[in-house]
């Protein structure tokens, strides 16, 4: 993978523990008077990730934003998170090393 794919992959990771972070805030913050289309929304990106290792932790934490299950939604993000997490720093490493 080039540097430039692996860069614009890099921002798009940012961008989902970003949106990922915002959600977990607002669920600590409001825990069950959370607002799921609101968080629905917010992670319109995670939606869209395509990604084998994650594909089934995103389809599970979409069944408990459906379900307005706060706190299983919030256990999930923070799995999701740490992956993400992950992610983003093997490709800071395979990027430096390019």
């Known amino acids: 993978m080039s540097v430039n794919k692996k860069y614009f992959q890099l921002q798009d990771l940012i961008l989902i523990k970003t949106s ?8 600590n913050e409001r825990k069950e008077r959370s607002i799921f289309s609101w968080i ?6 995670l939606w869209n990730f395509k990604d084998e290792g994650l594909r089934n932790d995103i389809e599970e934490v979409k069944k408990y934003v459906k379900n307005e299950d706060y706190i299983k939604t919030k256990e999930k ?15 800071y490493r ?5």
């Open 94 to 98: 395979e990027m430096l090393n390019y």
């Open 20 to 27: 990922i972070e915002k959600v977990i805030l607002h669920i």
């Open 40 to 45: 629905d929304k917010e992670l319109s990106g």
């Open 77 to 91: 993000l923070q799995l999701i998170e740490k992956k993400i997490e992950e992610k983003i720093n093997q490709l």
